[in-house]
């Protein structure tokens, strides 16, 4: 295997895992990028990072049509958020954190539209 994509699908597992309790795509188990869902938070992350440095653009990204992997990442971690909610089993990740500290639950549920 290609180390730097085993870097780059280690990396995205952990991430999943550390949010969502091992709820995530196991994309190291399979091999290599199966769902897409790599390609899918790569395209997020672009848009994120530009609301992050040009907030005032928002709006106007907002009105813009989406890119179609931006809308499935955002899917996936709605699929995500609501198999660690069904999760009985109590986890120390950081939904777990975001659901009982300072972010309320119902704003969680809203966004995810559960």
């Known amino acids: ?6 870097f780059q699908l ?6 999943f895992d550390l949010t969502f309790g091992g709820h995530g795509p196991q994309l190291v188990k399979a091999g290599k990028d199966v769902i ?3 390609e899918a938070m790569l395209s997020y992350l672009k848009v994120v990072m530009t ?11 907002k009105s813009l ?5 931006v809308k499935r990442f955002i899917d996936f971690c709605g699929e995500c958020y609501s198999a660690r909610v069904q999760d009985a089993m109590p986890s120390n990740d950081i939904f777990q954190h975001l659901v009982s500290g300072s972010c309320s639950g119902s704003a969680l549920d ?5």
């Open 1 to 6: 295997m290609d180390m730097r994509l085993f």
């Open 10 to 15: 280690f990396t995205a597992d952990i991430m």
């Open 36 to 38: 897409g869902m790599y």
């Open 51 to 61: 609301m992050g440095n040009v907030p005032y653009l928002t709006p106007l990204l």
């Open 65 to 69: 049509p989406s890119d179609p992997k």
């Open 110 to 114: 809203s966004q995810f539209g559960n």
